[in-house]
């Protein structure tokens, strides 16, 4: 029932549906009012998705009664007061229950009593009228002591006017350079340091806007380095340094790569990522061709997680974000294999009342929607196809590029074979353990989700928002007792109206 135009209020009666065991799915829709008490009957549940309503009140007591439950997504609402005191919501990550600003009792938002002291009692005026003339001494001794350090400024700044122009030895050596970071400070020279003055063993990965390099701090936490190689002013690689810089600042989301801060000096503007353990998904997906570490079920979480992410950029960022460089070597995994967006050296804001025409065509190829290629347009839809040749590269195996007798790039090789009514076999990543019926009903929707995603018209495709939704019946639909799905040698059949019928436009 998720992703739908549904409004009112959620019906009392389904507190009724006690023999409910998997899923109770209302997210992304309308719903109002307040949260039924009922729906603490249900204790069988094991994923609750009330997130992307219009919810009010507080969250039923209950809910302390829903031992089974394991997922409670709770975000994006009105909800207000405190959380049930139950281990499930300590544990849970805040992200189910951001959007509500009058909840507390999370982890990281405890609630606290407000106690008032009286503004009327003698004791109090007299009081605030002690710590009046405190503030105002320590207001004059500060005011002075800044003053006295301004002029000693001015003085030292005066004097270096014109400075001594280094040698390029010199600057070799000089590199305690200027540094602007979000995290703590950090010297050019302590980066130096951990990647061993830039080392070619300390690469972790390149790309189209600089070199990223593995750094080991000196307290042994791990962060990732893009070193972008400036070229004066105006050029193409500062404007993206430029961009990826304002972008990432804003973005915070349990999906989206961490920025820790920046330093630009001289010749180089370094970058300071979160590191990400386990690489990219396309080194782990197309690394080995006999192996892979990732069977379905990791893969299904990493593309709910590469979706979230796309989601927050796509619905929550004012103003929206478009990323223009979806890839599986930008989707980057943690020491959980959970995944995160990355690489935002593309990204533009947009306004979305105002799509704008870019100058040249940023992505790679095999993920470039077709209409991008040919107007130039950016449109979050661009992401949408994007992302749909990752899904179908979780679930095929296979890289976006294909030989011209394939049809030169994966959708076009995965359409081909199903209208050539080919087996599963066929399609489906042969290193996967293809032995369980619900992982193979899965697949199947998956990649009905993937070419929904990436339909030639950019209408046809989805929001972020149904991607999430339908990935999310996916599982649910792969879980419950249904009949038994085809076995790996039966045919596709290549209709996709099952989830073209869930967005009504």
């Known amino acids: 029932m998720g992703g739908n135009r549904f409004s009112g209020h959620i019906p009392v009666e389904l507190g009724q549906l006690t023999a409910l065991q998997i899923a109770l799915n209302l997210s992304y829709n309308s719903l109002d009012g307040e949260i039924p008490t009922q729906l603490g009957n249900l204790h069988l549940l094991e994923f609750l998705y009330l997130n992307d309503n219009q919810l009010e009140g507080e969250v039923p007591a209950s809910f302390s009664e829903l031992s089974s439950l394991l997922v409670c997504n709770l975000s994006y609402n009105n909800l207000v007061g405190s959380l049930p005191n139950i281990p499930l919501f300590q544990k849970l990550d805040n992200s189910n229950f951001l959007g509500n600003i009058g909840l507390c009792g999370m982890r990281t938002k405890p609630c606290e009593p407000i106690s008032l002291p009286s503004s009327n009692s003698p004791a109090t005026w007299a009081k605030k009228d002690a710590s009046r003339e405190k503030i105002v001494s320590i207001a004059s001794f500060v005011v002075g002591i800044v003053s006295l350090f301004l002029t000693a400024a001015v003085c030292w700044s005066l004097k270096r006017r014109t400075p001594n122009l280094p040698s390029n030895e010199d600057r070799k050596q000089n590199v305690s350079g200027p540094y602007y970071l979000l995290k703590e ?169 105002h799509s704008k025409t870019m100058s040249a065509v940023a992505g790679s190829y095999g993920y470039i929607a077709p209409e991008y290629a040919f107007t130039m347009k950016v449109t979050e839809k661009c992401d949408i196809y994007s992302l749909g040749v990752i899904l179908l590269e979780l679930v095929t195996g296979q890289p976006p590029i294909q030989p011209l007798e394939k049809g030169g790039d994966l959708v076009n090789w995965v359409r081909r074979l199903m209208q050539n009514a080919a087996p599963q076999s066929e399609i489906f990543d042969s290193r996967l353990d293809l032995s369980s019926k619900s992982t193979i009903e899965e697949m199947s929707l998956v990649l009905k989700i993937a070419l929904f995603c990436t339909s030639e018209s950019p209408l046809d495709r989805p929001t972020m928002r149904e991607v999430i939704s339908m990935l999310v019946d996916a599982r649910v639909s792969s879980s419950s007792d249904i009949p038994s799905s085809p076995t790996s040698e039966t045919a596709f059949d290549e209709e996709t109206t099952s989830f073209k019928g869930k967005i009504q436009r």
């Open 185 to 353: 400070q950090i010297t050019y020279q302590e980066l130096l340091e951990a990647t061993g003055n830039f080392s070619e063993s300390a690469v972790i990965g390149r790309g189209a806007c600089g070199t990223v390099y593995k750094a080991v701090m000196y307290d042994g936490s791990l962060i990732a380095v893009k070193k972008i190689k400036a070229q004066g002013e105006g050029s193409n690689i500062d404007s993206s340094f430029r961009a990826e810089i304002s972008t990432l600042g804003n973005v915070r989301h349990r999906n989206i790569v961490k920025l820790y801060g920046f330093c630009s000096y001289q010749d180089s503007n370094l970058i300071l990522y979160e590191y990400m353990a386990n690489g990219s998904l396309g080194k782990l997906l197309h690394g080995d061709k006999e192996v892979c570490m990732l069977d379905w079920d990791a893969r299904y979480r990493i593309a709910l997680g590469a979706a979230e992410g796309l989601r927050y950029l796509h619905c929550d960022c004012k103003p929206q974000i478009v990323h223009r460089d979806i890839k599986s070597n930008n989707i980057l995994l943690d020491e959980a294999m959970e995944a995160h967006v990355g690489d935002f050296g593309l990204a533009k804001l947009i306004d979305i009342s």
